[in-house]
């Protein structure tokens, strides 16, 4: 028994020290590691502040081989290949994070977002879609919604594309209300190419519920309207837009006019127009105006007089190039080079402008071509703007 005793008593200092010398050691090896790793780290970000992204990767990945565990490090090289578009590596090191038995949930649902941002901007855009579905319930949520929203758009699936926006809005991520009638007047068109002209009118006067004051469904609605010989009915459902929606009134201006001459309708859509333009002058309501004048009966002369009466309230280029296009100059010979670099000046001055992007195109968009935008084109051309 004492033998034992005294084994005991000369074993317990000797553990202690090797139980201290290990832990030294260990020490010693962790500020070694934690040396290593922030010095890589912030040569990393020296790197990408500079802008300099190669050499800002390759300290990223020493870092992280160094320490595979560190989840924000994978984080900002998924983000920096992405941003190179290099989505297959971007792919690679979120899906190495989701593989992880040890993330934490939030890091978890964090990975899954930023994968499926990689297979959008790769152009997967199925495995896009089979990625953000998983972000139902996280706060990633309404981010992955208005993602599948864009992604259905971009492929044309209006019924999908409405589902999630209806989601949206009773989320109370916003209204979408307009967005919700464009993608029935994108149907209505669908309808229409395959000659479905009843369905199509029937589409046209949902989306006109859905959203009593976005113009395009009346408008489009009375397009078909007059190439169904209803010029009568194309004038009221234009004349209704125009109280429904008087910022779209330059939109409206150019087709009224025809439905009004068609329907024998000219002056009361005249007065209705004038008494418009003397409130609000427009370019598109300046030429709705001549067009109804000259049908009405009045001279060419008298029909022109708008361009000037237009000139004495604005200055614009576009109005002075179509009035001095039936003038006759002192020296005439030299009108037709006159009047063609006059045209040339005005091109620009009437296209339509992009409110978002600043793409400009001749004709008005109700979705920009360049950004995908809803209803960032303004009614008026670049002059007026």
């Known amino acids: 028994m004492n033998l034992d005793l005294s084994w005991i008593l000369l074993g317990l200092p000797a553990a202690f020290i090797l139980g201290w010398l290990a832990s030294r050691l260990d020490l010693r090896q962790l500020r070694i590691e934690n040396r290593r790793n922030p010095k890589a780290y912030f040569r990393g970000l020296n790197f ?24 924000e490090l994978h984080f900002a090289l998924g983000n920096l290949f992405r941003r190179r578009g290099e989505y297959e590596r971007a792919v690679r090191v979120h899906e190495h994070l989701l593989s992880r038995g040890d993330l934490s949930e939030a890091d978890r649902q964090r990975a899954q977002h930023a994968l499926a941002l990689d297979y959008l901007k790769a152009g997967l855009l199925d495995r896009a879609e089979d990625a953000l579905i998983k972000l139902e319930g996280t706060p990633f949520e309404a981010q992955a919604r208005l993602a599948r929203l864009a992604n259905y758009e971009r492929s044309r699936d209006w019924p999908q594309a409405a589902e999630i926006a209806r989601r949206l809005e009773d989320a109370e991520h916003g209204s979408f209300s307009s967005r919700l009638a464009h993608y029935l007047c994108e149907q209505a068109a669908a309808h229409l190419a395959r000659g479905e002209v009843a369905a199509a009118q029937e589409v046209l006067v949902q989306a006109i519920d859905t959203a009593p004051s976005a113009p ?17 009915l194309a004038c009221v459902t234009l004349e209704a837009a ?33 008494e418009i333009y003397e409130q609000t002058p427009s370019l598109d309501v300046l030429e709705a105006l001549v067009t109804l004048q000259a049908a009405a009966g009045s001279s060419n002369t008298s029909t022109r007089d708008w361009y000037v009466h237009h000139l004495e309230r604005e200055p ?21 080079q006159v009047q063609r670099a006059l045209d040339h000046a005005v091109k620009p001055l009437t296209r339509y402008r992009c409110a978002a992007c600043g793409f400009e195109a001749k004709q008005h968009f109700w979705q920009c071509p360049g950004c995908q935008t809803w209803d960032s084109y303004p009614a008026r051309r670049v002059e007026e703007l």
């Open 216 to 232: 395009r469904a009346r408008i489009e609605l009375a397009h078909l309207q007059m190439g169904q010989g209803q010029a009568t």
């Open 242 to 274: 125009l109280s429904a929606c008087p910022p779209a009134t330059p939109l409206i201006a150019a087709p009224l006019a025809q439905a009004a001459v068609a329907s024998g309708r000219t002056v009361t859509v005249l007065a209705r127009l004038q």
């Open 48 to 71: 990408l502040l500079n802008e300099q992204q190669d050499q800002a990767i390759d300290a990223f990945i020493e870092a992280v081989q160094q320490d595979p565990d560190t989840s």
């Open 316 to 336: 614009s280029l576009v109005a002075a190039a179509k009035w001095i296009a039936g003038e006759k100059l002192e020296h005439e010979q030299f009108h037709p």
